[in-house]
């Protein structure tokens, strides 16, 4: 699930920035990018936002930048300088707007700040930017997600009407297949057992019964929203009951013979990929 964050706050001695973003993916996986000062709390932070984020492709940036009024020799020129004519560079292939000097000055290692450990205090002021910025990130998740849910209510009751609108075109169906031999035994021209007939069609039109198919589809979907209001993680329950909707949508199709509800199996289909696409971006 896609999400972003973004918190400073400064202490006597360096202001943090800390921005997050997550992308969907189906386990938890993490990148940082923070200052060489800041490696030794890099263990302490990764667990607070498993905790927190659960799962998704997570980038981490965290930048100091010095609260020292006189930054003379504060700067490493050469890194900040290379920093500055990369960035000219894609902005030059790009086509595209920005200031090359803030950017770089985001980079880590750009600041030679004081190898010194963190004090106590600057380590709080450290985590509540890393606190406030993942707030926003679940914030941020939590509104995409109530949209996602909005989404797979709809999709799930379009099936589910769609299936209710199946059963009246059976009987219809029924009739069809029986005509269709009687049409075809009339054309070959021979002599017909009328008692072995009903007998075969009966058996045949067994083979042909979609009832088990419409009964399980229709408890996966109340399975799937029930599942949906009551887990709190459950994008891979959900991911693996919509593969049984495929299952039962599919044997409809094979045995439907009839062009009705063919034409409502391959809806059932279409919105059923949208069901799987969304289910990917669920935590």
Do not use: W
């Amino acid at each position: 699930m896609t999400g972003y964050g973004k918190a400073e706050k400064a202490s006597e001695r360096f202001h943090f920035i800390a921005e997050l973003r997550t992308l969907n993916s189906k386990s938890f996986d993490i990148n940082f990018r923070i200052p060489h000062l800041l490696r030794p709390y890099e263990a302490e932070m990764r667990k607070y936002f498993q905790q927190h984020i659960v799962r998704g492709k997570v980038d981490v940036q965290i930048s100091l930048q010095s609260q020292k009024t006189n930054l003379s020799g504060a700067v490493d020129l050469d890194r900040l300088k290379s920093y500055v004519d990369s960035f000219n560079s894609i902005l030059k292939e790009t086509a595209a707007t920005g200031d090359p000097l803030s950017a770089a000055m985001r980079m880590p290692d750009v600041l030679n700040t004081s190898d010194d450990p963190l004090s106590e205090t600057e380590f709080d002021t450290l985590m509540k930017v890393v606190e406030v910025a993942t707030a926003q990130l679940v914030s941020y998740r939590e509104d995409e997600g109530a949209a996602m849910e909005k989404d797979l209510h709809n999709a799930v009751n379009t099936i589910a009407q769609l299936l209710e609108e199946i059963p009246a075109m059976e009987a219809e169906r029924t009739e069809r297949i029986r005509n269709k031999f009687l049409s075809q035994l009339n054309e070959l021209n021979v002599d017909v057992n009328r008692d072995r007939f009903e007998q075969e069609m009966i058996y045949y039109l067994e083979k042909l019964d979609i009832n088990e198919e419409k009964v399980r589809l229709k408890q996966h979907l109340e399975y799937f929203l029930s599942e949906m209001s009551m887990s709190k993680h459950s994008g891979r329950k959900l991911n693996f009951i919509a593969q049984e909707m495929g299952r039962e949508i599919n044997t409809l199709g094979s045995k439907c013979q009839h062009e009705g509800i063919q034409k409502r199996v391959v809806e059932m289909k279409e919105i059923l990929e949208q069901i799987k696409e969304i289910n990917l971006n669920i935590v």
